[in-house]
């Protein structure tokens, strides 16, 4: 059974920063799509950083260039550095993981995490 767990988030002030960890367990895919989501209350959830098995990285464009998406493969660890931190990044920032590629709907990630919270003040 795969097991996401998401560690990391806070509170900072605005131009801050947070790395935020996803500890992965059970994972059994050759080849798959890791990605950072996130979603605040009354809002869609959106995808923020994707990582492949092949070590390739895409990002939402208002995050590129502050946001990092990176994974240690001998800890199973996918992690999310954000730097330049801005209030509308506030969040529940979640890891999720499927099987294939980085493409296709949200509903193509049957593994979740529970969350951690991103809280950005101005």
């Known amino acids: 059974q795969v097991e996401l767990v998401e560690s990391g988030g806070g509170s900072v002030q605005a131009g801050g920063s947070l790395r935020l960890s996803c500890a992965a367990s059970?994972?059994?895919?050759?080849?798959?799509?890791m990605g950072w989501f996130r979603q605040v209350p009354g809002k869609e959830r959106e995808g923020v950083a994707f990582?492949?098995?092949?070590?390739?990285?895409s990002y939402k464009d208002s995050v590129k260039g502050r946001f990092a998406i990176s994974r240690d493969n001998a800890k199973n660890v996918l992690y999310l550095q954000m730097n330049s931190l801005k209030p509308e990044d506030t969040a529940w920032y979640h890891c999720?993981?499927?099987?294939?590629?980085?493409?296709?709907?949200?509903?193509?990630?049957?593994?979740w995490g529970q969350g951690t919270q991103v809280i950005v003040s101005s």
């Open positions: 999720a993981i499927r099987s294939g590629w980085c493409v296709g709907p949200m509903t193509l990630y049957p593994y």
């Open positions: 059970g994972v059994r895919y050759s080849t798959y799509c």
């Open positions: 990582f492949t098995s092949e070590g390739g990285t």
